[in-house]
């Protein structure tokens, strides 16, 4: 059941950091490529989708390496789990502190409502996202090697 619980959680947060990889390294410079208006409209989409899925991802990953944390406690790899889990962890307070403020902000944006500084907002964003994706990586890396 051990050896279940694992690798769906490895498959789980190894998709996550995917995505997240993917929307700060392909999705967002694709967007702001986009000709006009184009960019901040797809962006703003972006977070309306997203973020509504997310928090239920990384919490649930969160939940499923604390899960396989008490069950693994004994065995190998336990203690690779518990730092992915703060690792985990760490992402969740950076999205509630940092980057779901300027997420909710952003995804009501529209060419006639947008701040003159929304360009600085989203590369506030991009620049924290950057961060949390490297931190998610690592916590993906060790939950792999904890295997």
Do not use: C
């Not at 998709?15 to 392909?26: I, L, Q, R, Y």
């Not at 960019?39 to 977070?47: C, E, F, V």
């Not at 529209?110 to 701040?115: A, D, F, G, Q, S």
């Amino acid at each position: 059941m051990l050896d279940a619980l694992q690798v769906f959680t490895v498959v789980i947060v190894g998709v996550m950091v995917g995505v997240e990889f993917s929307v700060a390294f392909v999705l967002n410079p694709i967007l702001d490529a986009l000709p006009r208006d184009s960019g901040q409209l797809g962006r703003a989409h972006g977070g309306r989708m997203l973020g509504a899925l997310m928090p239920f991802w990384y919490i649930g990953s969160l939940v499923l390496v604390a899960i396989w944390a008490v069950a693994g406690w004994r065995h190998h790899g336990s203690g690779l789990t518990v730092i992915a889990g703060a690792l985990l962890l760490l992402s969740v307070i950076m999205s509630v502190l940092l980057l779901v403020p300027i997420n909710n902000r952003s995804k009501t944006w529209t060419p006639e409502n947008r701040p003159a500084d929304w360009k600085q907002q989203a590369n506030r964003w991009d620049r924290l996202h950057y961060i949390r994706v490297a931190v998610i990586i690592g916590a993906f890396a060790l939950l792999a090697a904890a295997l």
